[in-house]
Each structure stands twice: as C-alpha cells, then as structure tokens.
Nanobody, 124 residues
Framework: QVQLVESGGGLVQPGGSLRLSCATS????????IGWFRQAPGKEREGVSC????????YYLDYVKGRFTISRDNAKNTVYLQMNSLKPEDTAVYYC?????????????????WGQGTQVTVSS
C-alpha cells in the first residue's frame, strides 16, 4: 500500500526556514517522481517543486526558485523540501505526491498518490 506522510510544517516568522519531510512507504522511491504542492485558503492547489526519478532533474515554481530545494534520501525513503527566506505568501497546506515513472510533473492530475498535507504558516 502506497503511503505518503508529510511532516515538518509549523509557524515561522518571515525570513525563517522550515524543512518539510515526505516519508514514503509501499513503493520503491527510485522509480517514482515526487512532487510538492501547496494550497492556500481559497486558492487552487499548485505545484511547487518536483523531482524526477531518472536523472534527479528538478522543477521549481518561479516564485520559489532560489529559496526552496527539493531532495531525496532513498535509504530513508524520504523526500525533503527545504524552504528558506519564507514569506507570508508561502502560507499554505503543503502536500507531497507520487507517481510511477521518471517524468517530473507540476500539475495535480499528474499524480496518483497523495499525502494528507502539513500546514505552513509564515507570520510575525
């Protein structure tokens, strides 16, 4: 059974950092593309970053480029999203998602498996 469990969210001041974790089970991380998405109140879920399973290629939403970094630890079956220089506009529920195959996707319909989400709030 494929499972994804996010953690690491919380309340942080503007300019601060958080590292989100996506612990996976039930599948081999090597063969799945992993995406991070976020959804703010009243807004659609948007792709933030994704990691290809083949060559480790990455994608970042323009708004987070240079601030967020996606990475994976296959030995721990975990994907991370390091978020630095956080802004109030980054406030949202963050989700990780998985899909078989190598291709990195930045759209919701590109993923079959989803975690339950973790809340990130950036506020002073």
């Amino acid at each position: 059974q494929v499972q994804l469990v996010e953690s690491g969210g919380g309340l942080v001041q503007p300019g601060g950092s958080l590292r989100l974790s996506c612990a996976t089970s039930g599948f081999t991380l090597d063969y799945y593309a992993i995406g991070w998405f976020r959804q703010a109140p009243g807004k659609e879920r948007e792709g933030v970053s994704c990691l290809s399973s083949s060559d480790g290629g990455t994608y970042y939403l323009d708004y987070v480029k240079g601030r967020f970094t996606i990475s994976r630890d296959n030995a721990k079956n975990t994907v991370y999203l390091q978020m630095n220089s956080l802004k109030p506009e980054d406030t949202a529920v963050y989700y990780c998602a998985a899909e078989t195959g190598a291709i990195c996707r930045d759209y919701v319909s590109g993923y079959t498996y989803w975690g339950q989400g973790t809340q990130v709030t950036v506020s002073s």
